[in-house]
């Protein structure tokens, strides 16, 4: 009877271990104004890139996800002080960044940043350049020589070289490209790409041990089986850089 009891025990607390597992909440903070990382969908919903990345990570490390949207300019104090447990926002890793918060391995791979005006005669390094305020971009102006203008958004950036505020833009090259795409010729590339950072990462709380290695474990087998580079593909395009 006290081994039927204990069998009995042991199996219940089993089973509410493996519940548990399952059972974990997690919060994703993302901005939902960077297509195609994220946006917001006709249905209200987080989309892009990043939304079928990020579900795809929860359902691998059998996490139970939740989307929060949050402005950019506070993205890393709202993780800081837990209005969201990740970061998943197109943002790169930096030495910077990694002092304050702790990061997964990337899952989108170094890329480059570009400039983009309304003429091709723009010196990108003595024009009034318009960035997204706290992105790496931002400080890559402000050190360029040239004059920085930030914006809390992506969009504002546009809008500023539309209306004469800035020269040029200068963001995210995957971001940028539809623009120049789309355009007819009005917004063109203008100078050199740039390479900065160490691609993008999930971004996480210092103490989150546990967490960024459940996310971790889950990335490197989306790299491992080809997910990440046919998402890669399909949201960014055939020339988009993807892994080996």
């Not at 300019?73 to 970061?87: A, K, R």
């Not at 992506?154 to 963001?171: C, H, M, R, Y």
């Not at 995210?172 to 790409?193: C, H, I, Q, R, W």
């Not at 971790?216 to 989306?222: F, G, L, P, R, T």
Request: charged share 25%.
């Amino acid at each position: 009877m006290k081994k039927l009891m204990l069998s009995t025990a042991l199996v219940l607390t089993a089973g509410m271990a493996l519940a548990e597992s399952h059972s974990m909440t997690v919060r994703l903070g993302t901005e939902g104004a960077y297509p195609p990382f994220n946006f917001i969908d006709d249905n209200g919903e987080v989309a892009g890139y990043e939304r079928v990345v990020g579900d795809e990570i929860c359902k691998r490390a059998n996490l139970t996800c939740e989307w929060v949207t949050n402005d950019w300019d506070s993205i890393i104090p709202n993780l800081v002080s837990g209005n969201y447990d990740v970061i998943i926002a197109g943002m790169s890793i930096t030495d910077e960044r990694d002092e304050v918060i702790d990061f997964t391995q990337n899952y989108f791979p170094p890329a480059t940043s570009s400039y983009i005006a309304m003429s091709d005669d723009i010196d990108v390094k003595t024009a009034v350049v318009a960035a997204q305020t706290g992105t790496i971009q931002a400080g890559h102006v402000a050190e360029s020589g040239a004059t920085l203008v930030e914006f809390a958004t992506p969009d504002e950036t546009i809008s500023a070289l539309q209306n004469g505020e800035a020269d040029a833009v200068f963001a995210d090259t995957d971001y940028l490209k539809p623009f120049v795409d789309e355009s007819n010729g009005d917004f063109m590339f203008v100078s050199d790409a740039v390479q900065l950072g160490g691609g993008i990462g999930l971004g996480v709380r210092e103490s989150d041990t546990e967490l960024k290695a459940k996310l971790d474990e889950a990335i490197a087998s989306m790299k491992a089986d080809g997910t990440l580079n046919k998402w890669l593909v399909e949201y960014f395009g055939e020339e988009a850089q993807t892994y080996e």
